[in-house]
């Protein structure tokens, strides 16, 4: 389990269903809020994807509409910049990717901030988040592929070695076989997790991973409003919902089996 300062926001509570993730992808402040409206309304927590954001970058923009997002949806706000790398939007170069996360950080209205591991200013961001008491989700996104099993058992360890309160991997699903290793690989993570994580195969093939991850120990999904998706496979978020409603009422009438004599 971790925790944020702000809002005292809980993650990774064992027991519990994932929490829900909404993407907020709009270009402008005006289409943003609308979405936080609705997105409010089904998800634990809202991502603003700022990569996708085609207003001014300045401080206080940013920090503006990330406190109108917070109002309208009401509702932890993470603060993400996803780079071409990882299949963002963002072609700034890492210093920049370090200048712009550090001002998402410094938003009193920003829960948690996204850091790409791989970027080589990873560290100087996680830094600055800490000392503004934003918690960071450390993540690595393979936008190509599934890599096996142990390969990803080890991405998790590394993501969860930068200090971060909760790390993400994503991978790309080509099949059945792609997302059975994701959710194995998730399965062993949990055995030695220090800090909640999330995992998720991406693409229609992997749509599973986004459903039942967290009975293999992930503690969020993501979900769209209608087609207004971050990344392929995304489930709506009613829909989601209802699956999941399924699930915990499976749950709550399982019986335990009687041996036949």
Request: net charge negative.
């Amino acid at each position: 389990m971790a925790r944020c300062e702000r809002d005292e926001l809980i993650l990774g509570q064992e027991g519990q269903s994932p929490a829900v993730i909404v993407p907020l992808i709009g270009a402008g402040a005006e289409e943003l809020g609308a979405q936080a409206l609705a997105a409010g309304r089904f998800g634990d927590l809202v991502e603003w994807r700022v990569d996708a954001f085609g207003e001014p970058f300045d401080s206080q923009h940013l920090a503006h509409t990330a406190a109108m997002l917070r109002e309208a949806s009401r509702r932890p706000l993470i603060a993400t910049v996803r780079t071409v790398h990882e299949g963002g939007g963002f072609e700034g170069d890492d210093e920049d990717y370090l200048r712009l996360v550090e001002t998402l950080a410094d938003s009193p209205a920003v829960n948690l901030v996204d850091v790409e591991a791989a970027r080589s200013t990873a560290r100087r961001c996680i830094v600055r988040a800490g000392e503004q008491g934003t918690a960071v989700i450390a993540s690595h996104h393979d936008v190509t592929g599934t890599p096996e099993v142990g390969r990803m058992v080890d991405e998790l360890a590394q993501l969860e070695s930068t200090g971060a309160q909760f790390v993400k991997l994503a991978v790309m699903a080509h099949s059945a076989a792609d997302t059975a290793r994701l959710l194995l690989a998730s399965a062993q993570h949990h055995e030695v997790a220090g800090v909640p994580f999330l995992t998720m195969a991406m693409g229609p093939a992997g749509l599973a991973s986004r459903v039942v991850g967290h009975l293999f120990g992930s503690c969020a999904t993501f979900a769209s409003l209608g087609d207004l998706s971050s990344a392929p496979g995304q489930p709506s978020v009613e829909g989601l919902r209802a699956v999941l409603a399924e699930f915990a009422r499976l749950g709550d009438n399982t019986l335990p089996s009687r041996e036949l004599s």
